[in-house]
Nanobody, 120 residues
């Protein structure tokens, strides 16, 4: 079993910054992609950013130039640096990881989420 634990959410004023972290633990052979998704009240969950094992990153258009995703493979951890935050960034941010198990198949895991609130 694999667990993903997020941290770093909170309340920040518009224009401010936050850094989210997500650490994976458990029986892991390797981790393929890691990413961040968010769900605002009354809206569907959407992709924010994803990074592959080769450090190729993709971002939602709404966060390009403001958010940066990175990962530390030695720590099985992914980060999301969020700058120039806007009230519309308010959401529950959840971490996702596609994990290669020791049995050589991939499984998809989710964290419980961390709330980011941006005040105007």
């Amino acid at each position: 079993q694999v667990q993903l634990v997020e941290s770093g959410g909170g309340l920040v004023q518009a224009g401010g910054s936050l850094r989210l972290s997500c650490a994976a633990s458990g029986i892991i052979f390797s981790i393929n992609s890691m990413g961040w998704y968010r769900q605002a009240p009354g809206k569907q969950r959407e992709l924010v950013a994803v990074i592959t094992s080769g450090d190729i990153a993709n971002y939602a258009d709404s966060v390009k130039g403001r958010f940066t995703i990175s990962r530390d493979n030695a720590k099985n951890t992914v980060y999301l640096q969020m700058n120039s935050l806007k009230p519309e960034d308010t959401a529950v941010y959840s971490c996702n990881a596609v994990v290669r198990t020791v049995f050589q198949y991939d499984m998809n895991y989710w964290g419980k989420g961390t709330l980011v609130t941006v005040s105007s």
